[in-house]
């Protein structure tokens, strides 16, 4: 009887939380003994492999349909944790990673502090949103990781160095709608990096690895640009100064819309002397007046809507209208310093001949100046003519003017006014 009576004065005497660590060590030990047990009753089937399982702890026998649970005691899967798990190692999926239930602050998400998250296979994401060095992404894939890139891997290597890689763009449709495509040496050629549409019919864009840009179906980039079965269209009343000095290039100049292109040995198309409006092509060209256009090897173009091609024209005229600017201008010069009109018009109607300043409405100059009048109504091969002549010898004559037809002098004036028929 006391010493019952003594048994029960120790259990009054435990405080609660003894009573709990001895309830935690029994739980130890009975969990201890069904390991040995599962062990135990596994020995046989282990002994039939090769390999050794001595290290190995099996909580659930092959074939069992068991579940053990973590914080529930309702597991609904092989294994199911009520609460947050903490892999230090690697965690490897033989098939399909499903996120279910939510989340106050991440519904749905999975989250990696530092490495990589590796999804290989077919591996899908529904009706998530995936964030790279970011906890909030706002849309299905968000990269905020500064200086981060996306790599994708082709059928070999990693692009651009390996084989086709394909990035699909789509909207409701079953077929993508775009896709950005990397091709290794193409045609033969250097690795692009193409635009397709839908995206087994033509390509849009093309970019090879040497910097050429090609756009239309099909498109085998050999030039740095290249439009194919289309149009080119530059629009904008701004852009950035174009380049300066001596060079060989193409430009737009939207500022002032004009065009060069050719090459420039001096500062002739440098933006203080490019005209609103106006086009060079060639050689050291100048387009210097508003609306004017200079082509051909040193050719001149000043006053507003003047024309000049041919080679080293004077170059007269000033940048306001004036009757004596030249329009028209036909240079047949040598060189810079061996300028000459050989045809000029100016925009008071006036024509010069050999000159770039003419004072009549037709005005020749030359060492013996000679205006022919030829007929269609020759005979015998042998066309019919009449000249008018200035400082001619014909006849034996020194007249200062004559009138020939036919190959001979019909009339001639001398300096002193005397003539003949």
């Known amino acids: 009887m006391k010493n019952k009576q003594k048994i029960q004065s120790r259990r009054q005497r435990r405080s609660f939380p003894e ?111 995936v964030g790279i060095g970011t906890a909030s992404p706002s849309s299905p894939l968000e990269v905020a990781t500064p200086g981060a890139a996306i790599t994708i891997r082709g059928a070999s290597g990693i692009v651009p160095g390996g084989g086709s890689s394909q990035l699909n763009f789509a909207n409701t449709a079953a077929t993508p709608q775009y896709s950005l495509v990397n091709i290794p040496s193409a045609f033969g050629g250097p690795d692009v990096f193409q635009l397709n549409y839908n995206p087994t019919t033509a390509n849009i864009v093309t970019i090879n690895s040497t910097g050429g840009f090609g756009t239309g179906p099909n498109m085998n980039v050999n030039t740095d640009l290249r439009v194919q079965n289309g149009g080119v269209v530059f629009s904008g009343t701004t852009g950035a100064l174009p380049p ?27 933006f203080n002397n490019i005209g609103s409006g106006s086009a060079a092509f060639g050689f050291n060209t100048t387009a210097s007046g508003a609306g004017t256009a200079a082509f051909g090897d040193g050719t001149i173009a000043i006053s507003p ?69 030829e007929d269609n109504l020759a005979t015998a091969g042998t066309p019919g003519f009449t000249t008018i002549e200035s400082g001619g010898t014909a006849a034996g004559s020194s007249a200062a003017i004559q009138f020939a037809a036919g190959g001979a002098v019909r009339m001639h004036i001398d300096p002193t006014g005397t003539g003949n028929v």
């Open 19 to 129: 009573r709990i660590r001895l309830a935690g060590v029994l739980m130890l030990v009975l969990f201890m003994i069904g390991q040995q047990s599962l062990a135990g009753g596994s020995s046989s089937k282990s002994s039939k492999s090769s390999k050794s399982s001595d290290d190995d702890v099996i909580l659930i026998p092959p074939g069992s349909t068991a579940n053990v649970g973590i914080g529930t005691d309702t597991p609904q899967e092989k294994l199911d944790v009520a609460g947050n798990t903490h892999i230090r190692g690697i965690l490897k999926v033989g098939n399909t990673i499903t996120l279910s239930g939510s989340n106050s602050t991440n519904p749905d998400s999975i989250t990696t502090n530092s490495g990589s998250l590796v999804l290989g296979g077919s591996a899908t994401l529904s009706a998530i949103n």
């Open 244 to 270: 300066s000095g001596a060079g060989t290039r193409m430009v737009w100049l939207p500022q002032r819309s004009a065009i060069r292109a050719g090459s420039v040995a001096g500062n002739t198309w440098d």
């Open 305 to 373: 809507g003047a024309f000049a091609c041919g080679k080293f024209n004077l170059g007269l005229g000033s940048g306001i209208p004036q009757p004596t600017n030249p329009l028209f201008a036909v240079g047949n010069g040598t060189g810079t310093g061996a300028r000459s009109n050989a045809f000029t018009v100016t925009e008071q109607a006036f024509a010069g001949v050999g000159t770039g300043t003419p004072i009549r409405n037709l005005h020749i100059v030359g060492a013996t100046p000679i205006l022919r009048l």
